[in-house]
């Protein structure tokens, strides 16, 4: 939430006042709008990635706060579990080498990070869902010790009023409870930031949103939970479940998820940031000195504060976010769809694609989503974290003749939105040759049906078939995997198994 929350209790007015706050908040928000207030296009994208931290034996290790100490530099941080770590790259302008500029900077960054890892005996291992990872590691007592985490789950728990459930079936079918928020910290993710204009926001989210599927499809790297194999991206059914405040109850109502794809194209940031204050309600009811109103009437820009903090409750794939730079507002899109890994050239061409097909979709004159149902595009996310690089999704019929039809995720990449991101790429005057390097490792990815969790499940059974034990075959893959990611080739020229001794 990137706020300095501090532990205490809320009273009943405390949300009273608060609600209050957030309807000047967006009172101010529909002003900004209103006088055009935002500032100027600058193509400004920005990155963060979570991380896990695993020893040498491809176990968890929960020493964030020991490791961070030593890297001392702010672009790192903690995350929920004491297992996790987050890296920030500034934001860039999305122009020329800027692709080559990210992935210099992150394996200059997380070698460093590694290093330092290494001296508290853990490592960096960036992965969807760490494989070892077990329910006793996702307790309470690994929280990270932090105050808004503390608070948040003290929230959430109440909130919930009984344990949280999480009932996952996939290849095999993990059931099992939770009485704390602890297993969302098995997800981590790859969030990509994308500042745009109040005019251009709604065609870009929902671009985006169209997207989404395409994405988990082409990166899904997490196919495995306290060991059990699931679905091929177990990232989204489980942090909808670890995040559910709802009782079975407000469920049967249709009372919607904190976590959750939503339920509509949108036609202007507005609903967006309206519907979270309108459904949801506060979790952390910190309200700020700032009379939002009031420093607007003095021509002033608010912070809007409490707005920004509520929203960083709601956990959207695709966020909207408000923000001030230099005094001035900005709307960014956040992208939280990916996975985490598995090399730094993987996650940047999961970034080159995805800038490059939002921008290509946005621009169209008639875009995908007046084509596809939004019903249809839920669909093909569930369909995508099931199956990756496998999945069959639903998308528009070239020509006249509208409708859609069940597509070869793969073959509707190849065919229709590789040229598209392309496209898009060279629409921001990206080098040619970043263009096609990264889009490159797209293509070699659906050529070859490899992806991150294609690869870790083909690597786990080699090893059951080997003779190793459940627990054995897991701890072997995340080492390999481990050993491969620092090595920093792309994931579809990883050979499956194991090295001969």
Known sequence: MGEKVVAGAFAPSDRQAYREKLTQCLTGLERLLSERRFDRPRNLMGLEIELNLAGSDGMPRMRNAEVLQR???????????????????????????????????????????????????AGIV???????????????????DVDRYTL???????????????DIEGVERLISTSASIAPESACTSVQLHLQVTPDRFADVWNAAQAVASVQIALGANSPFLFGKELWRESRPPLFQQATDVRP??????????????????????YELFEENVRYYPPLLPICDEEDPLRVLNEGGVPALAELVLHNGTVYRWNRPVYGLADGVPHLRVENRVLPAGPTVVDVIANAAFYYGL???????????????????????????????????????????????????????????????AAAGLDAWNIEPSDRDRYLGVIEERCRLRVNGASWQVDTYHRALEAGLEREGALAATTRRYGELMQAGEPVHTWPVGFPAP
């Open 358 to 420: 939002v921008r290509a979709l946005a621009d169209e004159s008639r875009p995908v989503w007046s084509k596809l149902p939004f019903e249809a595009a839920a669909e093909n996310f569930d369909a995508a974290c099931r199956h990756g690089i496998d999945a069959e999704l639903l998308w528009p019929r070239p020509g006249r003749s509208g409708g859609v039809a069940k597509v070869p995720a793969v073959k509707l990449v190849r065919d229709e939105l590789l040229p598209l």
């Open 126 to 144: 960036m992965i969807g869902i760490l494989p070892t990872l077990g329910q006793d590691d996702v307790v309470p007592a690994n929280l990270s």
């Open 248 to 269: 079975p109850e407000l469920r049967n109502q249709g009372v919607r998820p904190r976590t959750w794809f939503g339920e509509r194209w949108i036609s202007s940031a």
């Open 152 to 166: 948040l789950n003290d929230q959430m728990v109440a909130a919930r009023g009984e344990e949280f459930a999480l």
């Open 71 to 121: 890297i001392a530099s702010r672009d790192f941080q903690t995350e929920l579990g004491m297992f996790n770590l987050e890296v920030n790259i500034l934001p860039h302008r999305l122009s020329g080498r800027v692709f080559d500029q990210l992935a210099e900077e992150l394996r200059t960054g997380l070698a460093y990070a590694h290093r330092k890892a290494a001296e508290v005996d």
